[in-house]
């Protein structure tokens, strides 16, 4: 691509600008951050968060609920949570023009054991207990009273937000819709509206048949580099089969899941010199009803860009190298095999 243009995101109807001619190596996109050293991580304990009871741990290597000396991974409630449980739904308040409402959720983290192995660094079994782990606590939030939303996320890296430099991920069950979920919602009803079709399933269809920006396929997902990303290597999974619901693959599904998250994170990784990223899982809200037209997807945005008055004023950054070309430099880097340690 020689020349930058202005792209729109079929689903947000948002546009982006994607930078053309820049022909540089993606290692330049990383930002430099010092490595969070596992002397004084507060996740080395076997116990961790001692005072709460383990929320969810998978079966293996733990042979009872005394003895986790060899833990893979555990679920345990955020230590120092922002929200706080709650057996009832509190209501909005009102003052004149303002509404506000008590900050009640939950919060837990996920936490795999390995200090120096992020989930590019595991292997496809250990990824599978990291999705086990986010389904059975998902499956236990959404009957907690007044969850409207469950947000699982990853910071990989100090530039993504994550504060622990051990690897884990982050549940937050939440009372409310959050903004960006809200408007990936609300633009796949009105394309629903408009057309009687999944916008995702046309997007699915489109990049299949173009296969330009197709990092990888197995039988149940495809990893792509959207059309307009809104971040350079921006990467997102779907799965083929059009569902609305996270928490409903099939574990067949969840396996090929786990095997082509950990490669492409491995991918990124591996060709982006360890770039800091977050992902997210976009799936319907709790007590969603006929919400046929949402199709759950992974989204992976490394951080390439520290935002400025540009970024922040137009609420999006230029995308440096063209989702074509990300999607090629994905396709091509190679990656070993990984043994399992548990
Ligand atoms: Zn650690
Ligand atoms: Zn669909």
């Given at each position: 691509m020689t020349?930058?243009?202005?792209?729109?995101?079929?689903?947000?109807g948002e546009w982006v600008l994607v930078a053309g001619g820049i022909k540089k190596k993606p290692n330049f996109l990383?930002?430099?951050k010092p490595k969070a050293s596992k002397r004084n991580c507060p996740f080395e304990e076997n116990r961790i968060n001692d005072e709460n009871p383990i929320l969810w741990t998978p079966k293996l290597g733990v042979k009872n609920s005394e003895d986790i000396s060899s833990w893979f991974l555990q679920v345990v409630p955020n230590k120092f949570p922002i929200l706080t449980p709650h057996n009832a739904c509190p209501l909005p308040e009102s003052n004149g023009p303002y509404q506000s409402m008590i900050g009640v959720g939950f919060q837990e983290v996920v936490i795999t054991r390995y200090h120096d192995r992020s989930l590019a660094l595991l292997s496809n079994e250990e990824v599978f207990l990291v999705l086990d782990a986010y389904i059975s606590r998902?499956?236990?939030?959404?009957?907690?009273?007044?969850v409207e939303y469950i947000l699982i996320f990853h910071n990989h890296?100090?530039?993504?937000?994550?504060?622990v430099g051990h690897p884990h991920s982050q549940i937050l069950a939440l009372?409310?819709?959050?903004?960006?979920?809200?408007?990936?919602?609300?633009?796949?009803?009105n394309?629903?509206?408009?057309?009687?079709?999944?916008?995702?399933?046309e997007v699915l269809k489109k990049e299949l048949k173009d296969k330009k920006r197709v990092i990888i396929k197995n039988e149940d997902f495809v990893?792509?580099?959207?059309?307009?990303?809104?971040?350079?290597?921006?990467?997102?999974?779907?799965?083929?089969?059009?569902?609305?619901?996270?928490?409903?693959?099939?574990?067949?599904?969840?396996?090929?899941?786990a095997k082509i998250m950990r490669e492409t994170l491995a991918k990124i990784r591996n060709s982006m010199n360890d770039s800091d990223y977050n992902f997210f899982i976009h799936t319907a809200p709790v007590r969603s009803k006929n919400f046929k037209h949402y199709h759950w997807h992974i989204e992976i945005l490394p951080r390439t860009n520290i935002w400025g008055g540009v970024e922040l004023g137009s609420g999006t950054e230029v995308v440096k190298i063209p989702p074509e070309e990300a999607a090629?430099?994905?396709?091509?880097?190679?990656?070993?095999?990984r043994q399992a340690k548990v």
């Open positions: 020349e930058s243009e202005f792209r729109k995101d079929i689903v947000s990383a930002i430099k998902y499956r236990s939030l959404m009957k907690e009273a007044c890296g100090p530039t993504a937000g994550a504060t009372p409310i819709v959050p903004l960006d979920v809200s408007r990936s919602l609300k633009g796949s009803e394309y629903f509206k408009k057309y009687g079709k999944c916008a995702h399933c990893v792509i580099a959207p059309f307009a990303s809104h971040v350079s290597f921006e990467t997102r999974i779907y799965p083929l089969r059009h569902g609305s619901n996270f928490e409903e693959v099939s574990s067949n599904e969840k396996k090929n899941l090629e430099i994905l396709r091509k880097t190679s990656l070993p095999v």
